[in-house]
């Protein structure tokens, strides 16, 4: 199933790079999700946009800093981030946030590895 | 605090049968998911529980005791293909999904 994407799937960077995460959702869903996953721990919601909208901001650090234009397209930009931050970055997409049996839809996710 | 418990790896020979075991404790209930990941690919869904009793797709069964604070997922006829992490989910009082670490489930032949 390809209903949500996600480019790159690999991304290495140095600490001082900049570079962005995209995701795309082709379901028609509203709300749109990122996760970071890493190993043998559970996935951390960062970020939920419901209608362009941010309704959740996990504590994350302002190195991460989401952009939802439209529905379909999610973005996350890097910037100065650390080693502890390579992990897995997931994207996924439901009909709306906030709903009662509201099932997510995952994209392959970005793995990323900073030097 | 919030917590999902899970075993985190479990072994199994293939054409047997294995549960999966979730426990619990959140502000609130509103469902349990439990969604397959292959190595390096998504998370998809596998089933929601919302009441308590055992619901049935095929080979994968999934049961919930909401007293209890307990989940199952069961697999039965196993194939390789089905070596993956399970992850169990719960939605809570304000429909945020929290998460269980996920167990690695290995089949051998």
């Known amino acids: 199933e390809t209903g949500v994407t996600q480019t790159p799937r690999h991304l290495v960077m140095g600490m001082t790079n900049k570079k962005s995460l995209k995701c795309e959702q082709h379901l028609g869903h509203n709300a749109m999700y990122w996760y970071k996953q890493s190993a043998k721990k559970p996935l951390e919601l960062m970020f939920v946009y419901n209608f362009k909208e941010q309704t959740e901001n996990n504590s994350v650090p302002s190195r991460f800093s989401p952009e939802c234009p439209n529905s379909s397209h999610l973005f996350l930009h890097l910037h100065t981030l650390q080693p502890e931050d390579s992990a897995l970055y997931l994207c996924a997409s439901s009909q709306q946030a906030n709903e009662f049996t509201d099932t997510q839809y995952f994209g392959p996710g970005t793995r990323l590895t900073v030097l | 605090g919030q917590n999902i418990d899970q075993p985190t790896e479990m072994t199994a020979t293939e054409g047997a049968i294995v549960q999966i075991n979730c426990t619990y404790q959140t502000s609130g209930f509103n469902g349990l998911f439990w969604y397959q990941q292959h190595a390096g690919e998504a998370p998809t869904f596998l089933s929601y529980n919302v009441l308590d009793g055992l619901e049935e797709k095929g080979r994968f069964s999934s049961f919930l005791s909401r007293s209890k604070g307990y989940s199952y997922l069961l697999l039965k006829e196993l194939q390789m293909k089905d070596s993956a992490s399970y992850l169990c989910?719960?939605?809570?009082?304000?429909?945020?999904?929290?998460w269980g670490a996920g167990t690695k489930l290995i089949i051998k032949p």
């Open positions: 989910a719960v939605l809570d009082s304000n429909y945020q999904l929290i």
